[in-house]
């Protein structure tokens, strides 16, 4: 159980187009859903939090017109890098939290974005 | 402020040796909870571990077992007879556990067992 799916898994693109990525709770409701972003050799640094039906909390240096974010159902949430460019190339995880529980949260696979 | 520290940036060993990689953590908060998460090659983060704050009994799964002590704000992971299959980067994570769900990471140990 606490399956959590992104797609897609890898998309190369090019530099001034939008990228939408997916981020899937597949068995389990989750109200809320984090966005992070690492780099090579690096720890995750958490972008935002997603609540269903909010707002995203964006966190400090994240510029929330270029990440948008939305949690439309309580099992989907997507991050849309918009005019992407070649600084934006990264590893994007998301999370998921369990409805009713706040203690643990589970990964999703990943989503690496290339930006030519 | 949270924060966790892993001191150990890469550690190698030779397969079947015992390794310990090292988590520290600094937190005000009374209730919280300290997490292990594998990521492999491919990326994926593999959850391995979660410890509330007020339990510190020691846990063993496998060949996996961790020490959490509160008196030195440390949880470490230990590996026994460890195999080619656990390279890895390793991830210790803190959650105050104060309402809050975000996850305060440690910049990670890489593993490289070598055959």
């Known amino acids: 159980g606490a399956v959590v799916s992104q797609h897609p898994s890898w998309v190369i693109c090019k530099s001034g187009t939008s990228v939408k990525i997916e981020c899937r709770s597949l068995d389990f409701q989750a109200t809320t859903m984090f966005w992070y972003r690492q780099f090579p050799k690096q720890s995750l640094m958490l972008m935002a939090t997603?609540?269903?039906?909010?707002?995203?909390?964006?966190e400090q240096g994240v510029e929330k017109d270029k990440f948008l974010i939305n949690h439309a159902s309580l099992t989907l949430s997507t991050l849309t890098v918009t005019s992407a460019h070649p600084e934006d190339s990264s590893f994007y995880i998301c999370?998921?939290?369990?409805?009713?529980?706040?203690?643990?949260?589970?990964f999703g696979p990943g989503t690496r974005l290339t930006v030519l | 402020a949270q924060k966790v520290t892993q001191a150990q940036t890469e550690i190698s060993v030779v397969e079947k040796e015992d390794v310990t990689l090292d988590c520290v953590y600094e937190t005000r908060d009374t209730t919280y909870y300290l997490f292990w998460y594998k990521q492999p090659p491919s990326g994926e983060l593999v959850f391995l571990i979660r410890r509330n704050s007020f339990d510190e009994q020691n846990e063993i799964s496998g060949r996996y077992s961790w020490n959490f002590q509160k008196s030195t704000s440390s949880f470490n992971f230990t590996i026994t007879a460890s195999q080619v299959v656990d390279s890895a980067v390793y991830f210790c994570?803190?959650?105050?556990?104060?309402?809050?769900?975000?996850?305060?990471f440690g910049k990670g140990t890489k593993l490289s067992v070598i055959p």
């Open positions: 994570a803190l959650n105050s556990g104060a309402g809050s769900y975000q996850l305060t």
């Open positions: 997603s609540n269903e039906g909010s707002k995203a909390t964006y």
């Open positions: 999370s998921a939290v369990l409805a009713g529980r706040t203690d643990t949260q589970y």
